[in-house]
């Protein structure tokens, strides 16, 4: 069975500085591994997905992630926060069938 | 495209009272999914299902049944509700056949029960 850990539950960052929130993920197969972005009181939406066609995956709004298999990880970057960042981030797994597994999500705050 | 859409989108329930959510996909997506999300705990999947028809029990499907009468549709019912039914429940599909399995997500039902 697959699993996701996702390291710190909250982090803060000043706007302008990187975010960094952190996945690793269990599998005994390859997997495909989603980021996942909750903005307040909304549903989920698509940030990025890696389905073993590049190591370095780039989604909407200027994050990327990158898959280390050595690692078994797949951190999530932003170069620059801007306050529209803050949300909740949830990374997910699935491998090769029709179900996803998500981590507890990290909670993203941007100050001024 | 509306998407995915839920109804209701707030509820409050005292223990033992039944309810059913909606969940409604105009996407023609064989795959969709109830999950509930709790503080620290991420989504947990309660039942999906693969097509029309069908239904399949997912990590925590105890307290909740399913149906899916109509391809768009999948209805999640609580029979007879309790505390620790309170949450935030998410519907979600999916195409299929797939193999990145994107989900595409509802806004959520928010549901207190005393």
């Known amino acids: 069975a697959q699993s996701v850990t996702q390291l710190g539950s909250h982090v803060s960052v000043s706007e302008g500085a990187l975010v960094l929130l952190r996945c690793n993920y269990s599998?005994?197969?390859?997997?495909?591994l989603f980021w996942y972005v909750q903005y307040p009181n909304q549903g989920l939406q698509l940030l990025l997905k890696?389905?073993?066609?590049?190591?370095l995956v780039k989604g909407i709004n200027g994050f990327e992630a990158e898959f280390k298999k050595s690692e078994t990880s797949f951190h999530l970057t932003k170069p620059s926060a801007h306050m529209s960042d803050a949300a909740e981030y949830f990374c997910?797994?699935?491998?090769?069938?029709?179900?996803?597994?998500f981590g507890a999500g990290t909670t993203v705050t941007v100050r001024a | 495209n509306a998407g995915v859409t839920q109804t209701p989108k707030f509820r409050v329930l005292k223990t033992g009272q039944s309810m059913t959510l909606l969940c409604a996909q105009d996407?023609?997506?064989?795959?969709m999914y109830w999950y509930r999300q709790d503080p620290g705990m991420g989504l947990r999947l309660i039942h999906y299902?693969?097509?029309?028809?069908?239904?399949a029990k997912g990590e925590v499907p105890d307290g909740y049944n399913v149906s899916r009468l109509k391809k768009q549709n999948f209805l999640l019912g609580l029979e007879s509700a309790a505390p620790s039914q309170t949450s935030v429940y998410f519907c979600?599909?999916?195409?299929?056949?797939?193999?990145?399995?994107?989900?595409?997500f509802g806004p959520g039902t928010r549901l207190t029960v005393l």
């Open positions: 979600a599909s999916s195409y299929f056949p797939t193999v990145n399995n994107e989900q595409f």
């Open positions: 599998s005994s197969v390859p997997p495909y």
């Open positions: 890696y389905t073993s066609a590049a190591t």
């Open positions: 997910a797994v699935s491998v090769r069938d029709y179900k996803l597994s």
């Open positions: 996407m023609n997506h064989e795959y």
């Open positions: 299902s693969v097509g029309e028809g069908t239904t």
